[in-house]
């Protein structure tokens, strides 16, 4: 479900209220869907721009398969309901939709509070949440929908794969709901621990002022009753601890809210999937605008402003790169280092060999976020051997394929069916692998980066034998 904040938008004869998500036509309310209204919201967030059918799938319906036909019959279903108005909502051809009504828009900048009243512990912990210097791109209405999950969930996980931005969207929400929290936000960088005896001490050291002194691990009671979000980041090397320790601290407490960033989910009782995807890409045919998109409005943010050119062949280059590396925020940055020296039509002609280029990461990141492959490597050296062995393997596909396509590859290699069938649903479930929205049958996919390391690893068994 896609919430704004405390926001009242006005066009024509109609009224939309964000937070009460209601819909007022000529002064009568009007019963819309949530699909419906949710669409609505999306559209006049990113009103001025047409919005893609697959970022509509990906904010509406969260990435579930559905027909093309479910969102033709959510915007007539929308355009019956603004009656009048539906001329606000234009089909823009090969594009997608887009908000073209005159918009008078009312605000209130304080976000809702999740808990209301007052508490005695109010002030007795400052929200410590990491501030970022660079700028934001795409994830606005994202931001917005996690802060609706934290209403009506104590427990939302962001999944997506390394380096799509997970822990900067989570970050940036749980900024957005700090005034909703009296008693505080509190980050715990679960990445920065390798087992699962350290992890009690750490969340500890994270929540001192509720632990008594001396004290190496956290007492529930100590914080039963305290209005506080705690952020769990990247979760998924320590899933089994992560879990439980989830599941303990919200059946012990009350008024506790969890949100979690890992590559796979928590897999705990009650819990909220949130999934994260990459940035929007630009497609080939809109060579006029593919600034406008947020993946290559992110790289030439990133190169900066000495090295940024009008020149369209700079452009479509710089178009390729993001294409070419998936819309992964991470694989933006790192592609970025390199623009300086070869220019984005040298970087873009370079990819093939991403992983020996990609390795100029920022100092200060942590070791998984330095190169493009130990990114990878961060999600590809847990797997059991036989889902490497399957992973190498789809590798060879560049395009989507079925599960019967699959089956085919390992015919000849006596794998069984049931063992291959696993293997997909584990490296779905591990974000290497993606459902392509809408396909029936269900058929998936390999990103560019994942689908390159994992040849690499195939060419390199083949030479072993």
């Not at 036909?69 to 887009?98: C, F, H, P, W």
């Not at 984005?344 to 942590?366: C, I, K, M, Y």
């Amino acid at each position: 479900m896609v919430t704004l904040p405390d926001s009242q938008y006005e066009f024509g004869k109609t009224i939309v209220s964000a937070h009460r998500r209601e819909l007022v036509h000529g002064g009568k309310r009007v019963e819309i869907g949530n699909r419906a209204f949710d669409l609505l919201l999306l559209l006049l967030e990113e009103r001025g721009v047409a919005v893609s059918k697959n970022r509509i799938m990906e904010a509406v319906w969260r990435g579930r398969i559905v027909g093309e036909n479910a969102l033709e019959a959510q915007i007539s279903s929308l355009r019956r309901a603004l009656s009048e108005d539906r001329k606000a909502i234009l089909t823009v051809a090969g594009r997608g939709y887009q908000f073209v009504g005159q918009l008078r828009e009312h605000s209130t900048p304080t976000p809702r509070p999740i808990f209301t009243g007052t508490s005695p512990y109010r002030g007795s912990r400052k929200p410590h949440i990491p501030k970022y210097t660079s700028r934001w791109f795409g994830r606005d209405i994202d931001k917005k929908a996690i802060a609706s999950r934290l209403e009506t969930s104590r427990l939302v996980t962001l999944v997506g794969a390394g380096g799509v931005g997970k822990t900067r969207l989570a970050v940036e929400a749980a900024s957005q709901l700090a005034p909703g929290f009296p008693d505080g936000v509190c980050v715990i960088q679960v990445g920065s621990i390798t087992t699962p005896d350290e992890l009690p001490s750490l969340v500890a050291s994270a929540l001192i002022p509720y632990v008594p002194d001396g004290a190496t691990q956290l007492q529930f009671p100590c914080i039963e009753g305290k209005h506080i979000l705690i952020l769990l980041d990247n979760c998924e090397h320590l899933l089994g601890p992560v879990s439980e320790f989830s599941e303990r601290l919200l059946e012990a407490t009350s008024t506790i809210r969890l949100l979690a960033t890992s590559r796979e989910a928590l897999r705990v009782r009650n819990e909220a999937i949130f999934p994260v995807s990459p940035l929007e890409l630009p497609p080939a045919e809109d060579i006029d605008n593919v600034e406008c998109y947020p993946s290559v409005a992110m790289l030439l943010d990133r190169v900066g402003d000495a090295f940024v050119t009008s020149d369209r062949g700079a452009m479509m280059a710089a178009a390729r790169i993001c294409n070419a590396l998936d819309g992964v925020p991470l694989a933006i940055e790192l592609s970025a280092e390199c623009v300086p020296a070869l220019g984005f039509d040298g970087v873009a002609t370079q990819l093939n060999n991403r992983f020996e280029l990609l390795t100029h990461g920022f100092r200060t990141s942590p070791p998984r976020h330095k190169t493009l492959r130990a990114s990878v490597d961060w999600s590809y050296e847990p797997l059991s051997q036989s889902c490497k062995k399957v992973l190498n393997a789809l590798s060879v596909f560049d395009e989507p394929f079925t599960l019967t396509a699959a089956h085919r590859t390992f015919s000849r290699d006596a794998i069984p069916e049931l063992t291959v069938t696993s293997s997909i649903i584990e490296l779905v479930e591990k974000s290497l692998l993606t459902p392509v929205p809408q396909s029936n049958p269900v058929a998936y996919q390999l990103s560019n980066t994942v689908r390159a390391y994992a040849h690499e690893k195939l060419r390199a068994g083949c030479a072993k034998q």
